[in-house]
């Protein structure tokens, strides 16, 4: 599972961790059982600590979207993917919502900030 963390991000690490498996799940990347990495295995492969994974972890399960079956694993539960867009559109809002502002406050015309959305969404990740 690729999950990329940026050590610069104001992001808590274990935040960048629940949200990239989250975007997973809800893009069907990752589906609905499969057995997600043990918290020492993730933590290694992502170089971080076990502590940091496993608040990962525990937030995709308060939020139902893995479930940790004893002394098998954590594994994806069965997610309302509606709900789980709709939860990511309402964070996007909420960020262009801030962006937008920051653009009026500064007179950046409209045209210039679709025209950077139009880039950083074509970018490659």
């Given at each position: 599972?690729?999950?990329?963390?940026?050590n610069s991000s104001d992001v808590p690490i274990y935040e960048q961790i629940k949200e990239q498996i989250k975007v997973k799940i809800v893009a069907n990347e990752l589906e609905?059982?499969?057995?997600?990495?043990?918290?020492?295995?993730?933590?290694?492969?992502?170089?971080?600590?076990?502590?940091?994974?496993?608040?990962?972890?525990?937030?995709?399960?308060?939020?139902?979207?893995?479930?940790?079956?004893?002394?098998?694993?954590?594994?994806?539960?069965?997610?309302?993917?509606?709900?789980?867009?709709?939860?990511?559109?309402?964070?996007?809002?909420?960020?262009?919502?801030?962006?937008?502002?920051?653009?009026?406050?500064?007179?950046?015309?409209?045209?210039?900030?679709?025209?950077?959305?139009?880039?950083?969404?074509?970018?490659?990740?």
């Open positions: 599972m690729e999950i990329i963390i940026s609905e059982n499969a057995l997600l990495p043990s918290i020492r295995t993730l933590a290694r492969d992502l170089r971080c600590s076990v502590i940091t994974t496993k608040n990962a972890y525990e937030e995709l399960v308060k939020e139902g979207y893995i479930k940790n079956v004893p002394s098998k694993g954590f594994y994806v539960a069965k997610v309302n993917k509606d709900v789980a867009l709709e939860e990511q559109l309402n964070r996007i809002e909420g960020i262009l919502d801030k962006a937008v502002s920051l653009a009026k406050m500064n007179n950046i015309e409209k045209k210039t900030i679709k025209e950077m959305i139009d880039i950083l969404y074509e970018e490659e990740r």
